[in-house]
Structure formats: structure tokens, C-alpha cells
T-cell receptor
Framework: NAGVTQTPKFQVLKTGQSMTLQCAQD?????MSWYRQDPGMGLRLIHY???????DQGEVPNGYNVSRSTTEDFPLRLLSAAPSQTSVYFC???????????????FGPGTRLTVT | RKEVEQDPGPFNVPEGATVAFNCTYS??????FFWYRQDCRKEPKLLMS???SGNEDGRFTAQLNRASQYISLLIRDSKLSDSATYLC?????????????FGQGTTLQVKP
């Protein structure tokens, strides 16, 4: 099992550009999520999905879109990059336990994004 | 008030010391709790889950106090390799699905 994979590992964008961060998992996990991590702020939830075709917003969803067309993939789209989106982005997946929410999460290695 | 709060530290301790971290959470309906470990510039990895009254795994003990809404992590006989950031994570109930909310992390530096 590759676990959770993310691409690219590093990316530099200019303000206003758009791009998609890719995330894939091969553990057949229902629950997937995207976080951003900034110094002194910890990990903040951007969007999450409890299964294919179902997504919901986290704490900081503005400026980001997600879709979940398959169980395996959960891409994160930056619509118009801004310097405030400079961060490290982590994708995570876990098996779900229904109403009680996700089990422990497995993280990808992260994407380091710089917006100039 | 943040939903999950931790003392950011850093905690600087000598090898062999016992160190404890606390974490408070605001949502009394929270159902499950975790401690993750994150090394510098790496992804977080699960250290321990904390269910019911707490649990122990080798040198690590996690405890939950629902009445006071906090969880703790105790590390005994600290090793140099324990140096990392420890993240408190709480499952918040929202619209019949759970969201994992992370604290900002507590940094531990174990010195020889």
C-alpha cells in the first residue's frame, strides 16, 4: 500500500493563478480531508468528505474547492491564488465510523505552496 | 476561545525526565480524542487514541477528563527521539458527521 500520496511536493504560484493539489489513497477509506498548516496556527481543516459525492466545509474553506468523484481521489483546487494561501497543505484519510465521525487519520507527506 | 487549546511550549527537558502536556476542548459533545506526533517538516502521525478513561502505551499515558474537558499526555523516561511537536486532536460533532480539530501543538525538546 502506498497509503496517502500527494502531488506536487513543492509549488510556487503567482498571485491570481489557479492550480489543483492532488491527493490519492489506496486504503479504501471513506473519510478524506484537507488541512493547511501555518506557523503558530496548527492544522486547520479546509474541506472534508465522508464519501464519494459528498463534501463539506471545514474551518477555512474560502478560496478553495473540492470534489470527490471516486473513493480514492480528493483534489483541492485553488481558484485564484493569494499570498495568504502560502502554507503547507496536508491531505488525510481515515475509515469512518458513521455518526461518531472518523477514526484515526493517515496523512500524506504534504505540499509546500508559495504564492508570490 | 479556540475549540482545542494547547500550551505551545517549548518544553525543554533532560533525558529521563517525565513530562506532561495538557489540552482543553470547548465542545462537550466531542466523542473521540487523539494525540499525534509531528516531526519537523513531516506529516503528523498518530501516537495514541484516547477513549473513555484513557490508556497507556509503553512510556506514554493518555488520560481524558470529560467533566473538565481536557486530555493529557504523559511521557515517562524521555528519550532524545521524543523531541517533536505533539498535537491534540478532538472529534467535533457537526451535522451528524465528525470533524477532527487540531490544537496548535506543544513542542518538546529533550536534551542530553
Amino acid at each position: 500500500n502506498a497509503g496517502v500520496t500527494q502531488t506536487p511536493k513543492f509549488q510556487v504560484l503567482k498571485t491570481g493563478q489557479s492550480m489543483t493539489l492532488q491527493c490519492a489513497q489506496d486504503m479504501n477509506h471513506e473519510y478524506m480531508s484537507w488541512y493547511r498548516q501555518d506557523p503558530g496556527m496548527g492544522l486547520r481543516l479546509i474541506h472534508y468528505s465522508v464519501g464519494a459525492g459528498i463534501t463539506d466545509q471545514g474551518e477555512v474553506p474560502n478560496g478553495y474547492n473540492v470534489s470527490r468523484s471516486t473513493t480514492e481521489d480528493f483534489p483541492l483546487r485553488l481558484l485564484s491564488a493569494a499570498p495568504s494561501q502560502t502554507s503547507v497543505y496536508f491531505c488525510a484519510s481515515s475509515s469512518s465510523r458513521g455518526l461518531a465521525g472518523p477514526y484515526e487519520q493517515y496523512f500524506g507527506p504534504g505540499t509546500r505552496l508559495t504564492v508570490t | 476561545r479556540k475549540e482545542v487549546e494547547q500550551d505551545p511550549g517549548p518544553f525543554n527537558v533532560p533525558e529521563g525526565a517525565t513530562v506532561a502536556f495538557n489540552c482543553t476542548y470547548s465542545n462537550s459533545a466531542s466523542q473521540s480524542f487523539f494525540w499525534y506526533r509531528q516531526d519537523c517538516r513531516k506529516e503528523p502521525k498518530l501516537l495514541m487514541s484516547v477513549y473513555s478513561s484513557g490508556n497507556e502505551d509503553g512510556r506514554f499515558t493518555a488520560q481524558l477528563n470529560r467533566a473538565s474537558q481536557y486530555i493529557s499526555l504523559l511521557i515517562r523516561d524521555s528519550k532524545l527521539s521524543d523531541s517533536a511537536t505533539y498535537l491534540c486532536v478532538v472529534n467535533m460533532r457537526s451535522s451528524n458527521t465528525g470533524k477532527l480539530i487540531f490544537g496548535q501543538g506543544t513542542t518538546l525538546q529533550v536534551k542530553p
